[in-house]
């Protein structure tokens, strides 16, 4: 062993430390080649194919997938603009903003809450943070689904204190940000609760000992230290809130389309796969904005301090 | 002990594969084929067969336009059926040569869908409407303009699908306009019948329809006749309506994938679950009408005690349209739900 040691010490370092980063991280390359690069470069293949007349898509460059989005035949026959699509990409921009909003609503005083907790009872309660992670999420919504739904215990609730009957909490924006919030607040609770831990309680004291009230405190000296898990928590949640299909549609009873729903139209029944994948296309592109947004401002931060 | 398990794991995939003489690879439509026949099949042939499922004809359709499914046997329905025989995705395995064949009852031989009968033997059909919770609603069903454009006791109770297929089918029906239809300004006037109704739609959902139903969440709700019978049968007070403007019907067959690695098993067990005694157990368990010659005497749902499938009124089966019309069917729904 020594000996290894003392040969690994006379080769020259430089080279070593620039060889095996890219060999160790060939897996992880090629993961992402296969898993995500790939996939990524045939949505937008199809993005730009031309449809086929039962589904699937024949190779081409077609550009009307885009064109539909804001341009279509109108029921008299002539092109026209077409607000549609955009409506539904903007509700769930609103969706997922919303449900992000909550999410660190809720997130933070429960995260705060356990890092003051002692050692051994820390480690169960986050445990218990991500104990829903094992249930399927389908399943989730189904619970909530009887929660709220009719001869829920909810309902049950405020009927025995005199709520008129025919009272009903589901099919309705409430009922799908409930879903939404239960389901992604743990992806908000664990890095916030990491950055919180993080936090030297020294400063805090410093900052009540300078007479700061415990709002200045929070605003001026908590929040900006765990601004870097408050990021991250918020994509976590925002991006799998903007692809969300389930809530909206078992919990808000259907009725209005999110993108998630839009796209499977259009691979399903709709049968235009160049539009579903031109959609998905946006889609990303949005996530990305926000995603390079963020990563511009913590770079520019990091600058300036 | 992670090694043992991975062994394990390891060790069941390969396990029962080599168990059986032969294997069958079923993909048919969720929970459609009786189990009671998959085991006899296979204990009777010594094949091992596994059953995937799907929930609709167009995530068949994706998996065999991508080419070598895996799959022998498959159940589209009709419109889809006619989509895969044109595309050539089909083997034609000379279906009107079986016994299987002679058993389909007249009516449903040689029909739009498989005019010589080559590549399928009808297994399953049936019609979807809308069906009512009788606890909660006893006014008449007799028209689809209770369900269109409901008053009383069904404003604001009543759900839909989530997919357009058959509830733009029934709207069809309901305004007079043909299914398919090319016509912008026709089908102008199934959005705004939509429209008007969605005030009094509590939800678009396929999921979960007899909960809701038996829980009388909802008074009415768009379904198929079958599921109707089934939850009737379990003790849910639903029946299904019989309206004078018609039903959207629907009919599966059971075909084999062009490429299939085994064909003849495929053949041996379309011909088994053709037999009248099979085609009655078929039957009984999937609540659905069966197409084949049954046995009437073991009947489990008869006209007595399942109306629902046995229709008064015309059944019209769905069509595939072509990608204009099948548009327009797209813009309704979005606009609808937009």
């Known amino acids: 062993m020594s000996e290894a040691t003392a040969h690994h010490a006379d080769t020259p370092r430089r080279r070593r430390q620039i060889n095996l980063p890219y060999v160790g991280l060939a897996p992880a390359w090629l993961l992402m080649i296969f898993a995500l690069i790939i996939p990524i470069l045939i949505i937008i293949a199809v993005s730009f194919a031309v449809r086929g007349a039962y589904g699937g898509f024949d190779w081409g460059f077609d550009l009307s997938g885009y064109r539909q989005i804001l341009f279509n035949e109108g029921w008299t026959g002539e092109m026209e603009f077409t607000p549609q699509y955009l409506i539904i990409i903007l509700r769930t921009i609103l969706l997922a903003t919303v449900t992000t909003v909550l999410c660190l609503i809720l997130a933070v005083p429960v995260a705060y809450w356990i890092a003051g907790q002692p050692g051994h009872r820390k480690s169960v309660l986050v445990f218990l943070v991500t104990l829903p992670f094992w249930m399927s999420m389908i399943l989730r919504v ?164 | 002990m992670t090694k043992f398990y991975a062994a394990t794991a390891i060790a069941m995939c390969f396990g029962s594969a080599v168990a059986a003489e032969g294997s069958l690879n079923l993909y048919v439509w969720s929970e459609s084929i009786a189990p009671e026949l998959i085991e006899k099949f296979s204990n009777e042939y010594d094949v091992q067969v596994n059953v995937d499922g799907y929930t609709s004809n167009e995530d068949l359709l994706t998996k065999l336009q991508a080419g070598s499914s895996g799959y022998d046997i498959a159940s589209p329905s009709q419109h889809f059926l006619r989509i895969m025989i044109d595309a050539g995705l089909l083997e034609n395995f000379g279906a009107n040569t079986l016994d299987a064949y002679a058993n389909i009852q007249e009516k449903y031989r040689n029909q739009w869908w498989d005019e010589t009968q080559e590549y399928s033997i009808p297994i399953a059909y049936g019609s979807a409407g809308f069906s009512v919770n009788t606890d909660e609603y006893t ?84 379904w198929w006749d079958g599921e109707v019978v089934r939850a ?17 019907g629907w009919i599966d067959s059971l075909v084999i994938p062009k490429g299939a690695q085994n064909r003849e098993n495929a053949i041996r067990f379309i011909e088994f679950v053709s037999k009248p005694e099979n085609a009655t157990i078929q039957m009984n368990h999937y609540a659905h009408s069966s197409p084949m ?46």
């Open chain 1, 142 to 305: 189904y619970a909530w689904m009887i929660i709220l739904g009719k001869d829920g215990p909810l309902l049950r609730f405020f009927e025995f204190f005199g709520a008129p009957s025919g009272m009903t909490f589901m099919y309705n924006d409430g009922a799908t940000l409930a879903a939404m919030v239960y389901t992604y607040i743990p992806l908000m609770v664990l890095p916030v609760f990491a950055s919180i831990e993080k936090l030297d309680g020294t400063l805090i004291e410093a900052a009540h000992d300078l007479y700061g009230n415990r709002w200045t405190t929070l605003r001026r000296v908590i929040l900006p230290l765990t601004a870097p898990g408050i990021a991250s928590g918020g994509i976590l949640v925002f991006v799998p809130a903007f692809g969300a299909v389930l809530e909206p549609t078992l919990m808000g009873g259907g009725k209005q389309m999110m993108m998630g729903s839009l796209i499977q139209l259009q691979f399903g029944g709709g049968r235009n796969w160049p539009f579903g994948a031109a959609i998905a296309m946006i889609l990303m592109m949005l996530v990305m904005l926000v995603l390079v947004g963020l990563a511009l401002r913590s770079a520019r931060n990091e600058v300036e301090s």
């Open chain 2, 139 to 222: 006014g008449p069903t007799d028209s689809l303009k209770y369900f269109f454009e409901p008053e009383g006791e069904l404003a604001g109770r009543i759900a839909m699908l989530s997919y357009p297929d058959e509830v733009v089918g029934a709207a069809q029906l309901y305004l007079g306009v043909p299914f398919c239809s090319e016509d912008p300004a026709e089908m102008k006037r199934v959005l705004d019948l939509l429209m008007a109704q969605k005030e009094s739609v509590a939800v678009y959902s396929s999921d979960n329809i007899e909960g809701r139903m038996s829980s009388g969440e909802v008074a009415a709700h768009f």
């Open chain 2, 232 to 248: 009737a049968a379990a003790g849910a007070p639903v029946e299904y309506a019989m309206t004078k403007e018609g039903l959207v």
């Open chain 2, 293 to 338: 010659n049954v046995i009437e005497a073991e009947k489990k749902y008869t006209e007595e005690n399942a109306p629902g499938l046995y229709p008064t009124v015309p059944v019209v089966m769905s069509r595939t349209c072509s990608p204009k019309a099948q548009d327009l069917v797209t813009r309704v729904w979005t606009q609808l739900l937009q």
